[in-house]
């Protein structure tokens, strides 16, 4: 059942109508509390753009705790970062745009599906398969080496084939996975913009295999198409590509846009990346206040000091003194590097006992691996994916 809480008629007729059949109007909130009281499975819950937000959180706070199965969204006629940051601290699970139908009810069926994932509805062909170990390599500045550091954990995690994972660049206008595996691909994920549906059939055809247990779905070849990509469908891929691997590595534009939204709510770790200068210690520190904002885990979090050595008059205790953050790991400067990607050959399978190879590989191994995860690569990319992805 979904609730809608909506004081204004004009409101309350016009999301009624666009949200379809099986939507419950109310404009008291004793009357949503009653019809709560007798529903043995938990509803969905809107407060309209006519609600008072003050009423809202309070209600939305009231319940999550004894009702965590309760889905609530706040819909809005003008969206802000500040009633954005109180609604998730009081376990609304996503604010939405009331005038953009296509979003609401997107919102709605992702906390549809929250809630049934919390009764612990979980089909039974899905019960003993477990989702991909999420990964999302995010910088809040560009030239800090963030796909560089993707492309090479994403190879460290994938242990020479003992496990299976998918390196996913959701720097949709300008990525650079592609080319810095020197992978030609014949689709991507503009190619899924035309789809009916999403689902792992279709997430197959568009991967482009590398080697050593990694798959790449690649962004778009053209930039335009990067515009039209937004939070639904990332979300959509992100999901497929979960039950097809052991860990999916997400490479990120320097900015928050919806798609890396998308993949930071879903993430497991999040891989923070600076270097020891001014500009890139300050622009992560805002963006780390910006993840508190949104409600993000904090203990989710690792920073990383990309080319930690560089002589350049900051001292490791001075970075973490400017992030407020102890670093988890530090990548030494190397030449190498950049030759390495120059070749097309991350760094960890180049020069597997390079030191930047070994920060890397104990990164993913200790810091970012399940260590409970069975090794499932034995099983073969080709049985899990499909033959025609592997050939």
């Not at 939507?23 to 949503?32: C, G, I, K, P």
């Not at 809040?140 to 963030?146: P, S």
Request: proline share 6%; aromatic share 2%.
């Amino acid at each position: 059942m979904t609730i809608l809480f909506e004081p204004d008629r004009r409101w309350s007729g016009h999301l009624a109508a666009q949200l379809g059949p099986g939507v419950l109007t109310v404009s008291r909130l004793e009357d949503a509390e009653r019809i709560l009281a007798d529903q043995h499975v938990e509803p969905l819950l809107l407060f309209g753009p006519g609600t008072d937000a003050r009423t809202a959180l309070e209600f939305a706070d009231r319940h999550r705790l004894t009702r965590p199965a309760l889905g609530v969204l706040l819909l809005r006629e003008q969206l802000d970062v500040d009633t954005l940051g109180r609604a998730l601290r009081a376990g609304v699970r996503d604010v939405v745009d009331a005038r953009d139908t296509a979003a609401v009810r997107a919102a709605c069926a992702r906390s549809r599906e929250v809630s049934r994932r919390l009764r612990g509805a979980v089909p039974a062909d899905q019960a003993d398969e477990p989702v991909a170990r999420v990964v999302t390599v995010f910088s809040a500045k560009g030239g800090c080496g963030k796909s560089t550091l993707a492309t090479n954990l994403a190879v460290a995690l994938a242990d020479g084939g003992r496990h299976t994972v998918c390196l996913v660049d959701l720097d949709l206008a300008f990525g650079d996975v592609g080319i810095m595996l020197q992978l030609v691909p014949e689709r991507g994920i503009g190619d899924a913009l035309n789809a009916e549906h999403v689902d792992d059939t279709l997430v197959r055809a568009l991967l482009t295999p590398y080697k050593a247990g990694v798959q790449t779905l690649l962004a778009p070849v053209s930039p335009t198409d990067a515009e039209r990509i937004g939070r639904e469908l990332a979300s959509q891929l992100l999901a497929a590509v979960r039950t097809m691997f052991d860990y999916v590595v997400v490479d990120t534009p320097p900015a928050f846009s919806e798609a890396v939204l998308a993949a930071l709510d879903v993430s497991d770790v999040q891989v923070l990346v600076a270097t020891p200068d001014v500009p890139a210690l300050k622009n992560l520190r805002v963006a780390m206040d910006m993840l508190d904002l949104l409600g993000l885990r904090q203990e989710a979090r690792l920073v990383v000091l990309n080319r930690s050595d560089a002589r350049v008059g900051l001292t490791a205790a001075d970075v973490d003194r400017v992030l407020r953050t102890p670093t988890a790991a530090h990548i030494p400067s190397s030449r190498d590097v950049p030759i390495s990607i120059n070749r097309g050959v991350p760094i960890v399978l180049d020069k597997p006992t390079h030191p930047v190879s070994r920060a890397v590989r104990e990164l993913a191994q200790q810091q970012i691996a399940d260590q409970s995860r069975p090794a499932r690569g034995g099983r073969g990319l080709r049985d899990r994916l499909g033959r025609a992805v592997n050939r």
